[in-house]
């Protein structure tokens, strides 16, 4: 399954530091908001949500941070491992519907 | 749970053949995504279903592409005639609850028109 677009942006670390991996969305009446990472020949996987009544979440070496007033959502990984390097997408679900709209996403290389 | 399943993971067929790609959601999910992922146009939704009924097919590039979903357990994409440009991983996802919240992928299905 690959992923990528053709200009996909890639943020290169070192084991061991922080990433931060930016998305900039365009529906301001979007209320939801997923991070979701894929692997080579896998699908997308579920990292962590927020909504929109919330400006920060914390999970398991990640958070997300959510800034309304200029439609951007950031993905914070902490103490970055080999195995993080992946795809990132955001995606953004308007009020009311089901569906999710991705964006083109980053891939993540973390160099040991 | 054995997750989203997807048949066949991988589809080789010529320019004019029917395809058809299954998709087996998680037990006890009400919403069911048909997307489709390119290289120049990223990860597209084109069809879901909730409770088996299609939502919004507003993303089905045209007549050639179908969906059902004639039970809680089971989905189709069908793709007749196929052609070149219809190559892509095509996922399909399933999630619980009114708000439709967090989607579960399946492996996807690789699909190449020759």
């Known amino acids: 399954g690959e992923s990528v677009g053709l200009h996909l942006p890639t943020l290169s670390v070192q084991e061991g530091d922080n990433s931060i991996i930016n998305c900039a969305y365009s529906?301001?009446?979007?209320?939801?908001f997923i991070w979701y990472k894929q692997e080579s020949g896998k699908g997308p996987q579920f990292i962590i949500d927020?909504?929109?009544?919330?400006d920060k979440r914390q999970g398991q070496r990640v958070t997300v941070l959510l800034n309304k007033t200029v439609k951007h959502l950031s993905l914070q990984i902490a103490a970055t491992q080999p195995g993080d390097s992946a795809v990132y997408f955001c995606?953004?679900?308007?009020?009311?519907?089901?569906?999710?709209?991705f964006g083109s996403g980053t891939r993540l290389q973390v160099q040991p | 749970d054995a997750g989203v399943i997807q048949s066949p993971r991988h589809e080789v067929t010529e320019m004019g053949q029917e395809v058809t790609l299954r998709c087996k959601p998680i037990s006890g999910h009400n919403s069911l995504f048909w997307y489709r992922q390119t290289m120049m146009r990223g990860l597209e939704l084109l069809i879901y279903f909730n409770n088996n009924v299609p939502i919004d097919d507003s993303g089905m590039p045209e007549d050639r592409f179908s969906a059902k979903m004639p039970n809680a357990s089971f989905s189709t994409l069908k793709i007749q005639p196929s052609e070149p440009r219809d190559s892509a991983v095509y996922f399909c996802?399933?999630?619980?609850?009114?708000?439709?919240?967090?989607?579960?992928f399946g492996p996807g299905t690789r699909l190449t028109v020759l």
């Open positions: 996802a399933s999630s619980l609850g009114r708000e439709g919240k967090e989607q579960f």
């Open positions: 995606a953004e679900r308007a009020m009311g519907r089901r569906a999710l709209t």
């Open positions: 927020i909504r929109s009544n919330m």
């Open positions: 529906n301001s009446a979007s209320d939801y």
